[in-house]
């Protein structure tokens, strides 16, 4: 069992930059690969970064790929989402998540086994 809190998400205006942390409770953080996603009003939840156990490996949603940059501290349970030159289309809800093991398919949701509550982020324009 995993437990994911999110925190970082705060009103910031375009062309600044945020950092978010995604802290873990629970046993073997580095056991997981770790994911985030966002949701904009009106959209569906969309992926945006995956990391693999060691970190050695990331990926990236093209609509932030140069802009933000997934990362994570094993020894500290916390992966984090550093996010720069926002828009105002990264406006969302962003959630942080954790899976048992990689996938091909880890833009995938239901690959997801655990996640976070999500954190607010708004970029004004």
């Known amino acids: 069992q995993v437990q994911l809190v999110e925190s970082g998400g705060e009103l910031v205006q375009a062309g600044d930059s945020l950092r978010l942390s995604c802290a873990a409770s629970?046993?073997?953080?580095?056991?997981?690969?770790m994911g985030w996603f966002r949701q904009a009003p009106g959209k569906e939840r969309e992926f945006v970064a995956h990391?693999?156990?060691?970190?050695?490996?990331?990926y990236y949603a093209d609509s932030v790929k140069g802009r933000f940059t997934i990362s994570r501290a094993n020894a500290k349970n916390t992966v984090y989402l550093q996010m720069n030159s926002l828009k105002p289309e990264d406006t969302a809800v962003y959630y942080c998540?954790?899976?048992?093991?990689?996938?091909?398919?880890?833009?995938?949701?239901?690959?997801?086994?655990?996640w976070g509550q999500g954190t607010q982020v708004t970029v004004s324009s």
């Open positions: 998540a954790a899976a048992s093991r990689y996938y091909t398919d880890y833009v995938k949701e239901y690959r997801y086994n655990y």
């Open positions: 629970g046993r073997s953080f580095s056991n997981y690969t």
């Open positions: 990391i693999s156990r060691s970190g050695s490996t990331t």
